[in-house]
C-alpha cells in the first residue's frame, strides 16, 4: 500500500480533495465552451462514466460568459481552465464557477495572479 503524505482538505464544490479523501476522477471536457449544449453533453456523459470533477476551457470571453449556464445545469462540480486573460477569470468567478485553473506559463503577471488570487479567497 502506498503510504498518502498528510494534506489540507479544499472543496471543489461538495468534492473533497486532500486529507483523508479517496482519489477523485478528474477530466476535461474537449468542446469549444461557449457551445453550451455540446459542453453539457460531454460533461454528462462523463459523469456518467464516473468522472467528480470536470474542467473546462475559457480562453475567450464568449467562453467566459457561457459558464453560468454550463455551472448550472452540470451535474458535477466545473473548473475554469483560463489562459491568458485575468480578464477572463474574474469574469468565470462572476460565474459562479467552482473553481479556476491559471495557467501559469502564459499568465505572468504577478500583481494580476495576486489579485487573482484574493478574489477567490473572498469568494470562499
Do not use: W
Not at 16 to 31: E, F, H, L, N, W
Not at 52 to 80: C, G, H, M, Q, Y
Amino acid at each position: 500500500m502506498i503510504k498518502r503524505r498528510k494534506t489540507r482538505p479544499v472543496y471543489v464544490g461538495d468534492v473533497k480533495i486532500g486529507d483523508d479523501a479517496p482519489v477523485v476522477v478528474q477530466s476535461m471536457t474537449d468542446t469549444k465552451t461557449h457551445n453550451i449544449k455540446e459542453t453539457l453533453k460531454q460533461i454528462n456523459r462523463l459523469y456518467e462514466a464516473g468522472c467528480e470533477i470536470v474542467r473546462v476551457a475559457a480562453p475567450t470571453e464568449k467562453d467566459a460568459r457561457a459558464l453560468p449556464e454550463i455551472v448550472k445545469n452540470s451535474p458535477i462540480p466545473v473548473i475554469a481552465d483560463i489562459h491568458f486573460s485575468p480578464r477572463i477569470a474574474f469574469l468565470a468567478l462572476e460565474s459562479g464557477i467552482h473553481g479556476i485553473r491559471l495557467n501559469p506559463g502564459n499568465i505572468n503577471d504577478e500583481g494580476k495572479i495576486k489579485e487573482i488570487l484574493q478574489e477567490c479567497k473572498r469568494r470562499i
